[in-house]
């Protein structure tokens, strides 16, 4: 196949085996290359956007509000002003005479129509470029009407989406410790990480109530303001999702000592290792939290490993590509598709570390292609090449996917089905199973040639059997 790589992009792709790990990463995305990544503003809305009952004001073009709206669907059990896109708008006039007459006036209509109970304001480039104070106004409106208007300082061109959740971050960190904390469970946690997009919030809330332990706040998926403000009162932070809310576990751990533990709710060792690791750290103040894990743990996996084997005999052998926002993801993903039988060639991500590729690189097998920052161009390139039959990605992925005619997951902002937890972890597998097997990948060209055996298929399974009956009476989310 002929080499369609950018001369600089070659350091941020590695295939384990081949050459000792040297990755690069945590660049500044290559111009032309057309980064699958968002800009800076775009990873600080995501992160904040699913808090339900604050305001969610951005303050620039329609353009900017426009590309981010409702990109991740969070779900709410309570107020849904979340699912509201609210712009200033600015126009040439603004960019030339400023804009914050035209922000102020914003604010102070839209908090007295829907009374929120806080408001956010997102910088975008233009605000940067024209020098908004966002800071004073946001202060002038806060006074006014005495609920807290924090700005987000994410102007888009300050640097990749990991800037982002960085100033989502800060933000939300002005609300923490601003609440009374009376009365919270000396075994509490925050949920750190998780954007309730199919519901898996309450999910996992379900299974740390049956281990006795109290949930304070949901940081941010179905998040309210006054769950953040008391946050701080929590013994424990969970945080999933490397990328987007661990600057917040380690600002409250610095600042009110609230100690943090890294967890992933997909797949099945990672969403028990997540919940030992709760029952661990309170096992001192509750010894029987232990035995009331491994009765969860137990229980659910009786129920899970006998559907889960029934959808491997149809998957086993088949070829996986992975690319997620963070790279933590990834991990999880890799160990559930062993779980099928199936094997994963190409990993990559958004904003993955170092450490995170190195680790991505530990746990995969030889020849598997690592990515950082890919564009649709190597995505192709490494899918036809790797002959893959299922990539599991986010709405940018999808068209790449089916545009070669290869199954495809959604894993991300817009999927409607709940992924986490082994209830999880069935539908994940159905799901693949639905889309790996179906009969319509059997007219593609790339099928034909595998037939033909002009391309290398691989140990696989056997092929074209369509959809067995358990993808129709699919049990779905919870
Ligand atoms: S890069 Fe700038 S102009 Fe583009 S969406 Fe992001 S903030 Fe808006």
Not at 118 to 135: K, R
Not at 197 to 213: D, Q, S
Request: one cysteine or more; proline letters at 4%.
């Amino acid at each position: 196949m002929k080499n369609e790589l950018l001369e600089e992009r070659k350091g941020q792709i590695h295939t384990v085996g081949e050459s000792p790990f040297d990755m690069a990463c945590n660049r500044e995305s290559l111009a032309g290359a057309v980064s699958q990544r968002a800009c800076v503003f775009c990873g600080s809305r995501v992160v904040l956007y699913p808090i339900a009952d604050a305001l969610h004001l951005v303050h620039g073009p329609i353009g900017c509000a426009v590309y981010t709206w409702d990109i991740r669907g969070a779900l709410s059990s309570g107020p849904e002003l979340h699912r509201l896109s609210f712009s200033t708008d600015l126009q040439e006039r603004d960019v030339i005479f400023g804009g914050e007459t035209k922000l102020e006036a914003a604010l102070v209509e839209l908090i007295e129509r829907h009374q929120p109970k806080a408001a956010f304001v997102y910088s975008t480039c233009i605000v940067g470029l024209i020098g908004d104070d966002l800071e004073a106004v946001c202060r002038k409106v806060e006074e006014r009407f005495g609920i807290p208007v924090m700005p987000v300082q994410s102007e888009g061109f300050k640097g990749s989406k990991r800037e982002g959740y960085l100033a989502a971050c800060k933000a939300m960190n002005r609300l923490v410790g601003t609440a009374d904390t009376t009365g919270i469970s000396p075994l509490s946690v925050n949920i750190f990480g998780d954007f309730n997009l199919a519901g898996e919030i309450w999910i996992i809330r379900k299974y740390l109530e049956r281990m006795g332990v109290e949930v304070v706040a949901n940081v941010t998926g179905d998040g309210r303001v006054a769950d953040v403000q008391r946050a701080h009162g929590a013994a424990l932070n969970l945080v999933q999702c490397s990328g987007a809310t661990l600057d917040l576990a380690k600002m409250m751990e610095e600042e009110h000592g609230v100690p943090h533990v890294r967890v992933s709710y997909l797949g099945i060792e990672d969403m028990a290792d997540s919940l030992y690791k709760v029952a661990e750290f309170f096992k001192d103040i509750d010894p029987d939290i232990e035995r009331r894990t491994s009765e969860l743990v137990r229980e659910e996996l009786e129920a899970l490993m006998p559907k889960l084997a029934g959808l491997r005999k149809d998957l086993e052998g088949k070829r996986a590509a992975i690319y997620v926002g963070g790279a933590f993801k990834a991990f999880s993903l890799i160990k559930a598709f062993r779980h099928l039988g199936m094997k994963v060639v190409l990993v990559g991500s958004q904003t993955g570390t170092r450490e995170d590729y190195r680790e991505l690189a530990t746990i995969t097998d030889p020849g598997t292609v690592i990515i950082d920052d890919a564009n649709p161009l190597e995505l192709s390139k490494y899918i036809k090449e790797k002959d893959v039959d299922v990539f599991v990605g986010g709405v940018k992925e999808r068209p790449i996917a089916f545009k070669l005619g290869v199954g495809f997951c959604d894993h991300n902002h817009e999927r409607k089905i709940a992924l986490e937890g082994f209830i999880g972890m069935y539908n994940f597998a159905l799901e693949i199973h639905a889309s790996a097997m179906s009969p319509v990948w059997n007219f593609m060209p790339r099928r034909r040639g595998r037939a033909e055996g002009t391309v290398d298929s691989g140990a696989r399974g056997p092929e074209g059997k369509g959809c067995p009956p358990c993808a129709a009476t699919a049990g779905g989310a919870s």
